[in-house]
């Protein structure tokens, strides 16, 4: 990852199918655009890829959960347990439906325990939304399990995940709904884009009229469509869909490439003392996009983390000081500071600084990620694993 680095003629000849036929709105327009449905037909590879009866693509990611919440029901006075391991849309999406989330502990899946998020429900918790960071997945099918037993909904965050599968169903299969982000850095890349999958009818009929003003796109006169429900503005540019269908073809190679990859990477790290790498429940379905590997204590992963970007071994990241994909560091958030009035009090729940994960912290302050990328030669990826071994010596 990420996607753009084998842009080529396919996504050249999408896009200029849209600009032939001048027509960037994803509705509408039927004879203008000479049967180019771009974001349409981009939904219905992604629903086959997923396994799903339903897909709907939205503007980002951060679209796709905000309009998946709204879908599922979920809003003011909701409780929703996550991970304190996400990028940070994760949270924005809950807080600005007016909803509450509750932290659970991650495990060395570097996902949701699931014997954390048991003990986070309450009486007001209304959904589970687990996150599968890193290209890897959650242990799905024990959370799976969780919700039934609880009557919760389950959303999947499967923003990083796209290609990933357990006990070979796809990842984003297995929940009520699932979100995946096609953003400039994601694996299939649109440059902006998000989408939703689902097997709820009605889940995905709230979804596509909620991401479009609440439209309910019957019939072909957009000025006589009704509106049997308040929404926004998350729909999707034909361009950006257009770059999106090329690279979602594209995928099965990509993953491929990269699995290759972190094989190779897995047998360099692990020949390193004091190293072990992420759990991943099911290895054999890993979409490869990173490579996370846990050191002894935090001192020894501050000192390699900095060893090998001064040896120049980038696109390594140290997560427990990173500004938007560990809690720690999401000052705004614990203060909940905000340009805008939220739409409710959150129930009292408008200070989060009294939140402590002391098992992610324990994990995440030993743990780096290396970004796996497509477009490194072998002769690369061996004077990687060089650089890397010198620096554990």
């Known amino acids: 990852m990420p996607g753009f680095e084998i842009f080529g003629e396919e996504e050249k000849r999408q896009v200029q199918d849209v600009l032939e036929t001048g027509v960037l709105f994803r509705y509408g327009f039927d004879k203008a655009r000479k049967g180019h449905w771009k974001a349409l037909s ?22 796709a959960l905000s309009t998946a919440l709204a879908a599922c029901g979920v ?28 932290f659970a502990e991650i495990d060395d899946s570097l996902c949701l325990d699931p014997s954390s998020i048991e003990s986070k ?3 007001k918790t209304k959904a589970v939304i687990p996150v599968h960071m890193c290209g890897a997945m959650a242990k799905i099918d024990s959370i799976v399990d969780l919700c039934k037993k609880h009557g919760l ?8 995940a796209l290609g990933a599968t357990f006990n070979n169903k796809p990842i984003g299969s297995f929940g009520d709904a699932a979100c995946f982000s096609f953003d400039a850095v994601k694996i299939v890349t649109c440059g902006e884009g998000g989408g939703i999958v689902t097997n709820n009818e009605k889940i995905y009929t709230n979804a596509f009229m909620f991401a479009d003003h609440g439209h309910d796109h019957i019939g072909n006169d957009r000025g006589l469509e009704n509106h049997p429900i308040l929404g926004l503005n998350f729909r999707i540019c034909e361009l950006n869909a257009a770059v999106g269908l090329a690279q979602l073809a594209k995928l099965d190679r990509m993953i491929g490439i ?28 890993d979409s490869a996009t990173f490579i996370s590997f846990i050191l002894p204590d935090e001192d020894r992963a501050r000192d390699i983390s900095k060893k090998l970007a001064q040896e120049g071994v980038d696109g390594c990241f140290y997560w427990f000081d990173n500004n938007w994909h560990y809690i720690r560091q999401w000052n705004h958030f614990k203060n909940l500071s905000s340009t805008a ?16 994960t002391p098992v992610s912290d324990s994990i995440m ?5 290396m970004q796996i990328k497509l477009s490194w030669s072998d002769e690369e990826i061996k004077e990687r694993c060089n650089r890397i071994r010198k620096n554990f010596k």
């Open 42 to 63: 981009f939904e219905k590879e992604l629903a086959k890829k997923i396994g799903v009866t339903h897909a709907h693509l939205c503007s980002s990611g951060t679209a």
């Open 75 to 102: 809003g003011a006075g909701d409780e929703v347990i996550v991970p304190p391991f996400t990028f940070i849309a994760t949270i924005e999406s809950i807080v600005m439906a007016g909803a509450i989330p509750v």
């Open 121 to 123: 429900i309450t009486e």
């Open 153 to 160: 909904i389950l959303i999947e965050d499967a923003c990083q």
């Open 258 to 285: 990269q699995r290759k990859t972190k094989k190779i990477l897995s047998e360099t790290l692990l020949s390193c003392a004091g190293v072990t790498l992420q759990n991943i429940p099911d290895p054999a379905g």
């Open 341 to 356: 009035r939220l739409p409710v009090s959150l129930d009292g729940y408008n200070d989060f600084s009294f939140i402590k």
């Open 365 to 369: 302050s030993r743990t780096i990620s």
